[in-house]
């Protein structure tokens, strides 16, 4: 398969030596990694004893890893391979040129261009000219007639140009991708252990024979063997497609999978394959550049699956839809793992988008398709009309009114009149289409993602940055994002005395000082330590889980050494670890004692851990009875004096086993954790950074409501919000721990219902000890919301694995590069690269900056387009010749399309930004200030532009240009007009940087370089055509005199541009705003349906297909209504049909097309979402990425609906479950009429999961069976 790469060199190597001395070959190691369970463990069992006598051949110690010497890591590296996929290549320039010439509007100017240019070679012989009209003669000489060609060929040329500059932008644009996705990668570091010392290493460098040390939320950078585990659990969903966490231990299962997710617990890993040898870079090399051969891939990537899994060669042909979407998931899984050189970045980016759920093209994008295509269709009807006007006064005119006849000999000549037509046709549509606009979109977005990147906000998906101006909400996590993330003990409550600060150790019982050392040193993860500063005087480095540092510097407070007692206790000599986890919210670790019994140590939130205490220790060392009377004490004591401060308050206790009980079953945790003995309750504070609250005051101001959702003590939660600025006092506000939240949110039968979520989250400010399913709920809660006028555009920020689904869910994740798990990244749009808030505030700006960039550019554009139109129309139907020519035409579409996109879409963003209200999603693109400014200078260039051409040569004493024959050399009359329409583009955009009718349109514009350089350079480039462009450009040079009228002329549009902001816009009603996004509610139903197959709603594609889906829809009522009647007709009425099995087949024929008749009526409206059917929380989990086990069983996370899992869109979704990997239990099966398959994980099917259209046909289900593939029950239903 994928090691085609090394097979030469490897063998050659291992005839000599048996693979450069290695115990094992690289072929072993990959056919030892394709096993799983008990198989792979009788096959290291027979070939290596264990993982141990592996770890011997591959010359790797278990306890301390490599020895690093750069001559081994080479030597490894040769033999097994590094640890990266090579990329796949990036588009050619050719291929971007080729992409840009498939441009409709540059084809069809091709094609003129080149009839043009052959009938100017052909010389009609004996026909005189004048035979054929007035139009046709005229004072031609032989030099003048040569230059015919000049027109074909400068059009060519300016097509040349824009798709030049057009594949260069590509070009550009996706360097700049690649060049991120390089910065992601190389900030991807993964723990190993490297002669007995652990460091943190690129995971390019990780090689075979590695220990690798993974814990909570990694996301495995190479396939390995476990060494030694805690409690470890993993999601291998990304390879298998099972949802159900993977338990790994020594004794049952110990293969670890590249791409796969650590969802609890730690561990130690031998690494056995990288790069394209491991399990990830095997489908990757399969996917390899097979984009156009998906199907071939197919089959071999069904070989590979069906080595794993045999138990679904049935479903042959649904397989491979299943595989491909895998091999799409773990793509998205990998492309952040693997350090895939940079070249992976656009790529990438689509795979990604690929496993997101469908999102629908960015609001910005849709706006604009929209409205270009708005934009389009008028100009396809202007350059229509044109030709017709042209054409029809050319023959009424040549053959009426001259009275002339058709003369054979002059037919060529009539048909270089007819393709002149047609060029002006086409340069009339060529400048009413913005071709600009989605280009200007591009180059606002990279600009802002690469300025954004200085910002600390490394943008993952373009479009998150353009949805982060319009966000409503922010919903932020406390710790690491508000607070610095610097965690120390300051309060302690040990041997019966509350301590405000960290009392000395003198003051502590021995006994009692003992146990709380051993129990901080070996119940803290072995990953977690303080280090030395890096710089002298600096504060110690705190590396791993903060809280666990603030314990550790607790122990060195009190002047001991946890590294002594890790020493004497290595991680190896832990008897069992119940690693922390969400659900747990405490850790503890069981320590086998020299007399055979056992000790337990526990940490964990003090309000959950005290209420597992019986007993405490007192002053004198003895532990007391501690009863629920005296915990209710200690709460009000200490607990909430700690919290009121802002302090996390941890428990710190112990249990002994007693050795007569023999060993407890550690499996049954509600046993094991009881009956502690509380030894202290510490204070821990994570001061706030001090940038917050002017972050979050600037959030309040801009309109965007921060709300504070953490694992945290409500108290402690309250007293931090409260510094930050997210309470402020006298406000009417609500702070909701989880339990009260989920108790306000659900009904009676437990169900979550959005009209409670609705009375809630308006006032809602902090959402304390919330599980990641609250998070997620009040995320999706907010979002499905409609009782605001606008839809909510909600952003959160996570940082934890369990911050996943909500990060997922939200418009816009922001995971934390620093203390951000992998998966957290994985799910996120934007990574904040320093944790702190205020980026976020930083990302708000610039998404703000990016639509008014847009709405400026837009502002430019369209009053060029409706000018340049509506004088190529007029011109044409009362000169019969366009005065702009189409070359000419095309050099105004150049600079004001590319040139002014570069130039306003690089408008660096002001604070100024941040003053007003968020737009919201229905806001139209263009506004009616913007309208106003639009039509009022149209109005004015027309006004100057028909003065020109018409009473021109009477103002300048020059000839007139008009009427002039068909090759007639350029005139002076004509050069005015283009040269003083030009200029009146240029100074109208410097009028277009402000859209919000601002007086000062020179406020800031020496900030941007670009815009000045690219307005200065037009104008020179305009000198230059006009002076020496000759014929090709059918100028002529002008004199200063004439130079200064038309600069004049052009400046006047500045000086127009302050009388149009004096007039109040409020005054001027009958103004329209235009370039709205489409409504859902615009969509029809059976659209909807259609649409969800597809991966985004293509607004241009839509507004196309409206006409054949009215035909459609036309043609399914009458057939309905045919069924409906010939049920009828055969006598039985439709209840009692349905009420009685009948008895011959024919009539149950009838029965189920009646049946199929109501229920084709009925899933009409089955598409239409509600906003709570869609994305349900709990009907989406048949093939998800990663689910997290909470206290009740199974309740799936993550809306990650696959297309092909869309059950209350899909109508046969009978058939598409019945094959999907969940393993068919009745749930599964196939619900009635078509409706939302539950997930048979979920026990409690909350949500409104459940569409009301499975209850209007109850009985009918008995009449047809479900709809088997091939029952004509099928049939029937997919015929529509």
Known sequence: ??????????????????????????????????????????????????????????????????????????????????????????????????????????????????ISLGLSFYRPQDAKREDCGKAAGGAEDEHEAEAGWIEGAAILLSVICVVLVTAFNDWSKEKQFRGLQSRIEQEQKFTVVRGGQVIQIPVAEIVVGDVAQIKYGDLLPADGLLIQGNDLKIDESSLTGESDHVKKTQEKDLMLLSGTHVMEGSGKMVVTAVGVNSQTGIIFTLLGAAEDEDDDDEDEKKKEKEEKKKQRKNKKQDGSIENRKKAKAQDGAAMEMQPLNSDEGADSEEKKKANLPKKEKSVLQGKLTKLAVQIGKAGLVMSAITVIILVVLFVVDTFWIQNLPWVKACTPIYIQFFVKFFIIGVTVLVVAVPEGLPLAVTISLAYSVKKMMKDNNLVRHLDACETMGNATAICSDKTGTLTMNRMTVVQAYVAEKHYKKVPEPENIPASILD????????????????????????????????????????????????????????????????????????????????????????????????????????????????????????????????????????????????????????????????????????????????????????????????????????????????????????????????????????????????????????????????????????VKGIIDSTVAEQRQVVAVTGDGTNDGPALKKADVGFAMGIAGTDVAKEASDIILTDDNFSSIVKAVMWGRNVYDSISKFLQFQLTVNVVAVIV??????????????????????????????????????????????????????????????????????????????????????????????????????????????????????????????????????????????????????????????????????????????????????????????????????????????????????????????????????????????????????????????????????????????????????????????????????????????????????????????????????????????????KRNSASSRNASPAPPSPASAAPPSGGPALSPASPNQNNNAVESSNHLLPEATKVGETPVPGSPLHSLETSL
């Not at 069992?45 to 001559?71: F, I, M, N, W």
């Not at 086993?657 to 009881?674: M, R, S």
Request: glycine share 6%; aromatic share 8%; with cysteine.
């Open 1 to 114: 398969m994928a090691n085609n790469s090394y097979s030469g060199v490897k063998n050659s190597i291992m005839e000599a030596n048996h693979d450069g001395d290695f115990g094992c070959t690289l072929k072993e190691l990959r056919s030892l990694m394709e096993l799983r369970g008990a198989e792979a463990l009788n096959k290291i069992g027979e070939s290596y004893g264990d993982v141990h006598g592996l770890c011997g051949r591959l010359k790797t110690s278990p306890t301390d890893g490599l020895s690093g010497q750069p001559a081994d890591i080479e030597k490894r590296k040769t033999v097994f391979g590094q640890n990266l996929i090579p990329p796949k290549k990036p588009k050619t320039f050719l291929q971007l040129v080729w992409e840009a010439l498939q441009d409709v509007t540059l084809i069809i100017l091709e094609v003129a261009a080149i």
């Open 515 to 778: 146990f709380l050392i051993l129990g901080i040193a070996v119940n803290c993860a072995y990953t977690t330590k303080i280090m030395p500063p890096e710089k002298e005087g600096g504060l110690p480095r705190q590396v791993g889980n903060k809280t666990e540092c603030a314990l550790l510097g607790f122990s060195t407070d009190l002047k001991r050494d946890y590294q002594t007692i890790r020493n004497e206790i290595p991680e190896e000599k832990l008897h069992k670890v119940y690693t922390f986890n969400s659900v747990r919210k405490s850790m503890s670790t069981v320590l086998k004692m020299a007399d055979g019994s056992y000790r337990m140590f526990s940490k964990g939130a003090s309000e959950i851990l005290l209420k597992k205490c019986y007993k405490i220790l007192t002053a004198s060392g003895e532990s007391k009875v501690f009863r629920p009377r005296d915990r209710d004490d200690m709460v009000k004591k200490v607990i909430e004096p700690m919290a009121s401060e802002g302090l996390r308050t941890i428990c710190l206790a112990y249990r002994d086993f007693a050795v007569k009980d023999g060993e407890p079953d550690w499996d049954n945790e509600n046993d094991i954790l009881t009956g502690l003995t509380c030894i202290c309750v510490v204070g821990i504070e994570d001061p706030v950074r001090p940038e917050v609250p002017d972050a979050i005051r600037k959030c309040q101001r801009a309109g965007i409501t921060v709300r504070m959702v953490t694992g945290d003590n409500i108290n402690t939660a309250r007293a931090i919000a409260s510094k930050c600025g997210i309470l402020q006092p006298g406000d009417d506000f609500l702070c909701l721990e989880g339990k009260e939240f989920n108790r306000r949110i659900r009904n009676e039968k437990g169900e979550i219902e959005q009209e409670r979520i609705d009375k809630i989250w308006p006032k809602l400010r902090v959402l304390a000890r919330s599980s990641p399913t609250d998070k997620h709920t009040l």
């Open 872 to 1209: 190529a129309f007029t011109g044409a139907c009362i000169t019969q010749d366009s005065p702009l020519k189409a070359v000419q035409m095309l050099w105004v579409n150049l600079i004001m399309d590319t040139f002014a996109s570069l130039a306003l879409a690089t408008e660096p963003p002001t604070e100024a930004l941040l003053l007003r209200k968020p737009y919201g999603r229905n806001k139209p693109l263009i506004s009616r200030t913007m309208m106003k400014n639009i039509l009022g200078q149209g109005v004015y260039q027309l006004v100057i532009i028909f003065t020109l051409l018409f009473a021109g040569e009477t103002m300048f004493d020059i000839d007139s240009g008009r009427n002039a024959p068909l090759r007639a050399p350029p005139s002076e009359h004509y050069t005015i007009v283009f040269n003083t329409f030009v200029l009146m583009q240029l100074f109208n955009e410097i009028n277009a940087r402000k859209i919000h009718g601002e007086r000062n349109v020179f406020d800031g514009i020496f900030n941007n370089l670009i815009f000045c350089s690219i307005v200065f350079g037009t104008f020179v480039i305009q000198i230059v055509i006009v002076q020496f462009g000759g014929k090709p450009f059918s100028c002529v040079a002008l004199s200063i005199d004439q130079w200064l009228w038309c600069t004049f002329l052009g400046f006047g549009s500045l000086l127009w541009g302050q009388v149009i902001s004096s007039i109040p816009t409020s005054r001027l009603k009958f103004l329209k705003t235009a370039g709205h996004g489409t409504q859902k509610e615009e969509i029809p139903d059976e659209e909807l349906e259609e649409l969800d197959d597809m991966d985004e709603i293509d607004h241009a594609e839509r507004e196309l297909r409206r006409g054949q889906i009215l035909w459609f829809r036309g043609l399914n009522r009458i057939q309905t209504q045919m069924d409906v009647v010939s049920a009828f007709q055969s006598g039985t009425s439709f209840q009692g049909a349905l009420r009685r099995q009948a008895s011959n087949s024919s009539q149950q024929q009838h029965d189920i097309r009646v049946v199929n008749a109501f229920r084709s009526s009925i899933s009409l409206y089955e598409g239409l979402e509600k906003p709570e059917s869609r994305t349900s929380i709990h009907n989406f989990m048949t093939h998800p990425e990663f689910r997290i086990e909470d206290s009740e069983p199974h309740i799936p996370l993550i809306d990650d609906t696959d297309a092909e899992d869309d059950a209350p869109t």
